[in-house]
């Protein structure tokens, strides 16, 4: 079954960095296109980074715009956040979403990192 595991969050001080990964199985990794999600509980799920199945483009939300770069390694089936000065308000549970290039097909989700900046 398909499987995306998030990894790298944790507590960080205003300022610092984190680099976020989500392993992913059982899909064929180069056929969706990847995202980050953050949300806090009773809040809407916010996109964060979004990148294209090859990798060679990505976008960002404008609140992590210059702070954050998004990229992925086919080879290894895993997509990762690099996440600098980091922000109180960057405090959410991260999230990575897969999304087929076919029409009609599942997306999937992670089960998500917990991100704490605060000093």
């Known amino acids: 079954q398909v499987q995306l595991v998030e990894s790298g969050g944790g507590l960080v001080e205003p300022g610092g960095s984190l680099r976020l990964s989500c392993a992913a199985s059982?899909?064929?990794?180069?056929?969706?296109?990847m995202s980050w999600y953050r949300q806090v509980s009773g809040k809407e799920r916010e996109l964060v980074a979004a990148?294209?199945?090859?990798?060679?483009?990505?976008n960002y939300a404008d609140s992590v715009k210059g702070r954050c770069t998004m990229s992925r390694n086919n080879a290894k089936n895993t997509i990762y956040l690099q996440m600098t000065r980091l922000k109180p308000e960057d405090t959410d549970v991260y999230y990575c979403?897969?999304?087929?290039?076919?029409?009609?097909?599942?997306?999937?989700w992670g089960q998500g990192t917990q991100v704490t900046v605060s000093s």
């Open positions: 059982g899909l064929t990794f180069n056929s969706y296109a």
């Open positions: 990148i294209t199945s090859t990798g060679g483009s990505a």
């Open positions: 979403n897969a999304v087929s290039l076919w029409p009609g097909a599942n997306d999937y």
